[in-house]
């Protein structure tokens, strides 16, 4: 099942990408780009909500409705 996590994305002065969410501890993950950044953070959040669940049962996290806002970052 699919879930919605807000990632908190910022480009450090070294030109790498950090990301992290507040609500989770230990989900930390850099990238040489946005894209990279996210997609780690993404293997990284699944990991970290897995070991939770074993640990400590379900957790609450938002569920993908049929719509919902996702900020596209494009190229130009």
């Known amino acids: 099942m699919e879930r919605i996590i ?3 994305v910022e480009k450090l002065p070294e030109g790498v990408y950090l990301t992290t969410y507040e ?5 930390v ?4 780009t946005a894209t990279e950044a996210l997609e ?3 293997d990284v959040a699944r990991k970290l909500i897995e070991a939770r ?3 400590s049962g379900d957790i609450e996290l938002l569920s993908i409705g049929d ?3 996702y900020p596209l970052t494009v190229s130009a």
Do not use: C, T
């Open 6 to 8: 807000n990632i908190h």
């Open 23 to 27: 609500e989770a501890q230990g989900l």
């Open 29 to 32: 993950a850099q990238g040489r």
């Open 40 to 42: 780690i953070a993404r």
């Open 53 to 55: 669940r074993v640990r």
């Open 67 to 69: 719509s919902f806002d």
